[in-house]
């Protein structure tokens, strides 16, 4: 853990942990001007491989998730916590799945922000919270992975190594996260992300609302009354910004299964991450 870390926060001083970072880079992965890192061939293929949700096919596509991916690599700053070594297939496979939600995007919907801490697992984060009667609770909370309003992303290396096993059942850490920090660019993550009119935000409320309510129903009803459980996480019922971060998860990496479960949604966030661009 880099100095003035503090458990799973970390203040982030660019310019100073820009040269330490550079450190884990090898030369050939160094920035080099405005094109961002060359990541080797042999490197990009294996992450291919072990993600088999990222795209390799059409070629153009490929290229420029390749592309943005070292750019994402030469802007961001990546921590290990706890004694992690932050090597570059942690660091690939975290930028090529960070960038699929923004690759028709643009890299600029992740400027608010420059760290990236990885943990070996799962982390414990304090909370506090107050009540309407005024007590303040404190307790302790299990995380995969966090994102912070303005700050860092925090991820469990465990679950991001392990998202191509993961993709059949529609969970993806690092998009959940980077999904996180798209909702957040108008303030404070409430499941709508910025939307160029009021027609649209009209929109997506509505759909989302509405999907969103069918689903903690079919929650409700498989904890209750032992019905039939959804497909999708079980967690996308808390609240309506992890609605949308768990279902842009299964958005990406297992499509076909989302598509039969939430047809609803396919046209919405179509229109939003502009796969077809």
């Not at 991820?155 to 969970?171: F, I, K, Q, R, T």
């Not at 019922?237 to 998860?249: L, T």
């Amino acid at each position: 853990m880099p100095p003035g870390c503090n458990g799973w926060r970390c203040p982030f001083k660019p310019l100073a942990v820009l040269k330490r970072l550079l450190g884990w880079l090898p030369q050939a992965m160094r920035p080099a001007g405005a094109c961002g890192v060359a990541i080797p061939d042999a490197l990009w293929q294996r992450t291919l491989q072990d993600f088999a949700f990222l795209p390799a096919e059409p070629p153009a596509l490929a290229r420029r998730l390749r592309t943005m991916s070292a750019e994402f690599l030469a802007d961001k700053e990546f921590f290990g916590a706890l004694g992690l070594q932050v090597t570059d297939e942690m660091a690939v496979a975290i930028a090529a799945q960070a960038c699929l939600p923004v690759l028709h995007l643009g890299l600029h919907w992740y400027d608010d922000f420059k760290g990236i801490v990885v943990h070996p697992g799962a982390m414990l984060a304090r909370r506090e919270v107050t009540d309407a009667a005024g007590v303040v609770h404190r307790y302790t909370e299990e995380l995969n992975g966090e994102a912070m309003e303005m700050g860092p992303v925090t991820l469990s290396w465990a679950d991001v190594a392990a998202a191509g096993e993961a993709a059949p059942e529609g969970y993806n850490v690092v998009i959940h996260e980077f999904v996180h920090k798209l909702d957040m660019r108008n303030g404070q993550a409430d499941g709508c992300p910025p939307l160029p009119t009021r027609a649209l935000r009209e929109q997506w409320q509505t759909t989302m609302q509405e999907s969103y309510a069918r689903f903690c129903t079919q929650v409700t009803m498989a904890d209750r009354f032992g019905a039939q459980a959804p497909w999708l996480d079980a967690y996308a019922a808390s609240a309506p910004a992890e609605f949308f971060a768990v279902a842009s998860e299964a958005y990406f990496v297992n499509p076909g299964r989302f598509t039969e479960s939430f047809p609803e949604l396919v046209p919405l966030l179509n229109a939003f991450f502009k796969p077809g661009t």
